[in-house]
């Protein structure tokens, strides 16, 4: 059973900082592509950023330079550090698990395993 939990989310000012984690079990971590998506209310699910199997990276232009993913494969955690915020990065933030991402890694459509959520809200 893929379970994926959430935490780190709050209410920051601009310019402040977050930082997100994952934790996941009933998955071999590092053999998953994982990743951050964001939501609206009434909108769709955008990526955030997404490290493969491989260890590729890939960022939102708009959060580039500011949000940096890592992973943590002996305690199957993601994280995601969040600085530099700003009021448009607030949302409903996701974690993300799949097989395989390649150049599909910004579509939420191939992503199998997600969890609740985390909100952010940047003032």
């Known amino acids: 059973h893929v379970q994926l939990v959430e935490s780190g989310g709050g209410s920051v000012q601009a310019g402040g900082s977050l930082r997100l984690s994952c934790e996941a079990s009933g998955i071999t971590h590092n053999s998953y592509c994982m990743g951050w998506f964001r939501q609206a209310p009434a909108k769709e699910r955008k990526a955030v950023t997404v490290i493969d199997m491989d260890g590729k990276i890939n960022y939102a232009d708009s959060v580039k330079e500011r949000f940096t993913v890592s992973r943590d494969d002996e305690q199957a955690t993601l994280y995601l550090q969040m600085n530099s915020l700003k009021s448009e990065d607030s949302d409903m933030y996701y974690c993300?698990?799949?097989?395989?991402?390649?150049?599909?890694?910004?579509?939420?459509?191939?992503?199998?395993?997600w969890g609740l959520g985390t909100q952010v809200t940047v003032s």
């Open positions: 993300a698990a799949t097989f395989a991402c390649g150049v599909s890694w910004s579509n939420p459509q191939i992503f199998s395993y």
